[in-house]
């Protein structure tokens, strides 16, 4: 495969991957201090596992070679979790989700502002239809909410897409070992905030376990490694999939039927990207072959 592919099948892996987030979210029934400081804690060991399979002995070289930009693809995707996760519990969920969409459009910009890389037409116009698609989604769903809850959304976008960004900036450096300083970090201000720790129940912990101890570690790890071959802002794109399987998760377990408008936000996500894979295909085979 070339490049394209393999960030293509990297990025929809773990998209497909950490489709149960919102689903599992549904049935954890803890406090929001203490979903994310469990999410921090167990996503630490669970990244590590991943970095020590991956890596074996030199796991920590890795981590070293990530340099200062690792350490600011940590902070940037701290600032992500945190900003979800809160953001949930301050404003409506609707909301979150459709400042989130904005996420492929930030990174866009700043890959054109910092790395001076040029999108093609066909993907600014994808970028367009997945952000309605997304707000016909969650549509019934929005509302005022709160300013500290939209901030937080804003901080999750703003995160996530300067992450991905930062980490497109050093090729051919692997970041994903990184994610495992960003559990740590999560989990550290989130105690100094919250200021105890409650061991859950066996039934919630469970779930923690399945959700933050292996769902998100190994989809996220394959995530990160996806601005190795593609720009950050088709990484983004690609994660609005998971909105789209999310809901249908939803539907398909807890029976909470989206309406039409919803179904017709997915199936327009859905086309958007199925189009821009085309394209993308039909215009590397047209390209000129270098001799």
């Keep these: 495969m070339d490049n394209h592919q393999k960030g293509l099948l990297l990025t929809a892996l773990g998209v497909l991957i950490i489709s149960p987030d919102a689903l599992l979210l549904r049935l954890i029934s803890i406090p929001p201090d203490q979903l994310v400081l469990w999410r921090g804690l167990l996503s630490v060991l669970g990244f590590w596992l991943i970095m020590v399979a991956r890596y074996r002995r030199h796991w920590f070289r890795a981590c070293l070679a990530c340099g200062p930009t690792g350490l600011g693809c940590a902070l940037l995707f701290t600032c992500s979790t945190l900003g979800f996760v809160l953001g949930n519990h301050f404003t409506k969920a609707g909301n979150v989700l459709v400042i989130l969409a904005a996420s492929p459009l930030i990174a866009a910009l700043l890959s054109r502002l910092f790395l001076h890389e040029r999108l093609p037409l066909r993907t600014w116009l994808a970028i367009a239809a997945c952000l309605l698609g997304i707000s016909l989604i969650v549509l019934e769903d929005t509302g005022d909410g709160s300013v500290t809850g939209n901030l937080l959304a804003f901080m999750a976008a703003l995160g996530l897409a300067g992450n991905l960004t930062l980490a497109r900036s050093k090729p051919g450096t692997d970041m994903s070992p990184m994610l495992a300083v ?103 085979n047209s390209a000129p072959v270098r001799a």
């Design 182 to 284: 960003s559990g740590l970090f999560t989990f550290l201000l989130t105690f100094a905030w919250s200021g105890h720790i409650m061991l859950p129940g066996t039934t919630d912990m469970s779930w923690l376990i399945l959700l933050c101890l292996v769902l998100l570690p190994a989809g996220f790890t394959l995530i990160q490694r996806g601005p190795l071959y593609l720009p950050s802002a088709e990484v983004s794109l690609l994660m609005l999939l998971e909105t789209v399987f999310g809901t249908l998760l939803v539907w398909l377990f807890l029976s909470e039927r989206p309406g039409n408008q919803g179904l017709l936000g997915g199936a327009m996500v859905l086309l958007a990207m199925l189009a821009k894979i085309i394209l993308d295909r039909r215009s590397l």
